[in-house]
Nanobody
Framework: QVQLVEAGGGLVQAGGSLRLSCAAS????????MAWVSQAPGEEREFVAG????????SYADSVKGRFTISRDNAKNTVYLQINSLKPEDTANYYC????????????????WGQGTQVTVSS
């Protein structure tokens, strides 16, 4: 079992930046693809960014390309999401998720989830 704990969310003004982190425990994440998924109130969960086991391959939702960067440090069992140029529409709860094998863009493909960290962007 992999336990995931997110941190780094908060209230920021539009145009600001945040760095989210996801610390894993219970198992090394080196064999896991990792992803960040957002969920705004009343909305479905949406894929934001994904990274393969080595960090050599990443994928992003079109809405965040060029502004968000996913990375991982397997030695620290941690995944990060650098968020720049924040927009009010980025406001959501951001979840870290894990699955064995390949990265996918479907949130339902991920087996392990953290509790989420709230990002609120004011205009």
């Amino acid at each position: 079992q992999v336990q995931l704990v997110e941190a780094g969310g908060g209230l920021v003004q539009a145009g600001g930046s945040l760095r989210l982190s996801c610390a894993a425990s219970g198992h090394t994440i080196i064999n896991y693809a990792m992803a960040w998924v957002s969920q705004a109130p009343g909305e479905e969960r949406e894929f934001v960014a994904g990274i393969n086991w080595s960090g050599g391959s990443t994928s992003y939702a079109d809405s965040v390309k060029g502004r968000f960067t996913i990375s991982r440090d397997n030695a620290k069992n941690t995944v990060y999401l650098q968020i720049n140029s924040l927009k009010p529409e980025d406001t959501a709860n951001y979840y870290c998720a894990a699955r064995r094998r390949l990265t996918t863009t479907l949130p339902s493909d991920y087996n392990y989830w953290g509790q989420g960290t709230q990002v609120t962007v004011s205009s």
